[in-house]
């Protein structure tokens, strides 16, 4: 979660880039297959998970799995890249360049986007507030409403745009993402996934 990179630098027809669509039940078997996929891929992975607003049930998002996965050291991953590209996956260095313990891939099905991998270090803090975020708006209709209604206006204004897109809506992130903070604080919480 948190800003994505603007991976595609010219748009050669209308189509938008940024499309926020109505939940789709299908999206967690979506996940499941690739996690299958990512686990021969990733042997040495020691988590690989959902995330993102197509992780929420119910939650209208971009149809664009989000997927995130720890390993004791991303540099094995980046000498070892055939593996995730044979799976249709294209590394972007420069996605993340402010965190070395985050690297990027996007997945492309039939010419359109349909997943983003995120590889983080075990040690990053990144997974955890991914959990946490996740988790508060599954628990909170309210929050995840205010979510849905921020990306879909983000999205009308910035069809274009991904790296606009995510800007538009960071405002409305960093709310939810101290709100849930709060909500795992206050609540003990221990986030799924562990």
């Known amino acids: 979660m948190g800003r994505r990179p603007d991976t595609v630098t010219a748009v050669k027809d209308d189509a938008p880039v940024v499309e926020i669509v109505p ?24 988590g690989i ?12 998002a971009k149809p664009i799995i989000d ?15 055939r593996p995730l590209e044979q799976l249709g996956y294209v590394y972007r260095p420069l996605a993340f360049p402010e ?3 985050h690297l990027f891939f996007a997945k492309d099905t039939a010419g359109k986007r349909t997943h983003h991998l995120h590889v983080f270090r075990v040690t990053s803090p990144v997974p955890e507030a ?4 996740r988790a508060y708006l599954a628990a909170n209709p309210d929050a995840a409403r205010r979510y849905e209604a921020a990306k ?6 910035c069809r274009h745009s991904r790296a606009q897109y995510g800007a538009a809506k960071e405002e409305v992130m960093t709310q939810l993402s101290a709100e849930a903070r709060r909500w795992s604080e206050s609540a003990g919480q221990q986030s799924p996934g562990e």
């Open 99 to 101: 965190d070395g313990d």
């Open 130 to 133: 991914n959990r946490v975020f």
């Open 67 to 81: 997927i995130q996965v720890a390993v004791a050291e991303v540099g094995a991953v980046v000498a070892h890249l």
């Open 49 to 60: 998970e959902h995330i993102g607003s197509t992780s929420i049930p119910g939650c209208a």
């Open 152 to 157: 879909r206006r983000a999205a009308e204004r």
């Open 23 to 46: 939940y789709d039940p299908a999206w967690p078997q979506r996940f499941t297959v690739e996690q299958g996929l990512l686990s021969e891929a990733l042997p040495a992975a020691l």
